[in-house]
């Protein structure tokens, strides 16, 4: 699924190039059984497929990934209403319409009929937009079963800022978790409905465009860390990292990167009161 920053300021115009991925990782490795409750997502719109996104189980039934794959699309001036969820590492194969028969391969290049069903439901104050710094893209999918995968850990309140204090933004790394799209070009889109692992870097937490609430991260499969980056269908994906314990906590939800998933991504932060009020009200269980 694909969002563009149409409400940027002036002061932001510089990136006007960037748009949300909806993606897999790129440049990162089959993630197999490593990160299993991590799913792949289709969004209907009246019984029509309208785009694809990641997502991680959060609760029981609680399915976590972005505002702009749940909530209200102002291109069609409305939000989707079921979502189909798939736990499989891949490739999954191609389907049909649960509804009517009909290949959905045009619209999505995914099966449309999943694992389990669910109702998306987006942060309050999503708009459609990607109105930066704080863009609300955080949403949810409450399922219609439990899919006993495991479940990912929410990082604490203001996890990330106190990581970046200790250590600085050098050699701070993030598991990244997605499915789809390897590359990405003018009419040219290679996707593996597989779902991939990769490691990105943290950039800044505070530049204009993170603002406090977007986690900024570069896309260049570096340092020798076996590095990914993010794309088309990652969007709503999560972004972990590990503790000086061991312990794994889920910091942020990718929500946007730039055109031809190359250079900068960004992810919605969830160590955040208005994130974690939000994850609450779901019954989400918080640290």
């Known amino acids: ?118 109702t998306p439901h987006p942060m309050p104050g999503w708009n459609g937009s990607l109105t930066i710094p704080n863009t609300h893209d955080l949403g949810v999918v409450v399922l219609d079963g439990t899919p006993n995968e495991g479940l990912s850990k929410v990082a604490p309140l203001g996890y990330l800022d106190k990581l970046a204090t200790q250590r600085g933004q050098q050699n701070v790394n993030f598991t990244v978790v997605g499915y789809g799209v390897q590359f990405e070009r003018p009419n040219l889109e290679v996707a593996l409905r597989q779902r991939f692992v990769g490691t990105n870097q943290l950039q800044n937490l505070r530049s204009h465009i993170a603002g406090g609430y977007n986690l900024m991260m570069t896309d260049s499969a570096g340092n020798g860390t076996g590095g990914g980056g993010t794309c088309f269908v990652d969007s709503g994906g999560p972004i972990f990292h590990t503790d000086t314990a061991g312990n794994t906590w889920q910091v942020a939800v990718i929500s946007f990167g730039k055109k031809y998933c190359h250079g900068t991504s960004g992810a919605f932060r969830v160590d955040d009161q208005q994130a974690r009020s939000f994850l609450s009200s779901y019954g989400v269980p918080l640290n």
């Open 1 to 118: 699924m694909r969002r563009s920053i149409t409400a940027l300021a002036a002061a932001v115009a510089a990136v006007a190039l960037f748009s949300a991925p909806a993606g897999a990782v790129q440049g990162g490795t089959p993630d197999g059984n490593g990160h299993p409750n991590v799913g792949l997502s289709v969004f209907y719109y009246h019984g029509i497929p309208l785009g694809r996104c990641s997502g991680t189980m959060v609760a029981a039934q609680v399915y976590l990934t972005a505002g702009h794959c749940t909530g209200i699309d102002t291109d069609l001036g409305g939000a989707p209403d079921p979502a189909e969820v798939w736990f499989s590492s891949g490739p999954i194969p191609l389907g049909n319409y649960p509804f009517d028969g009909s290949s959905c391969a045009g619209f999505t290049g995914y099966p449309c009929k999943g694992d389990f069903g669910g």
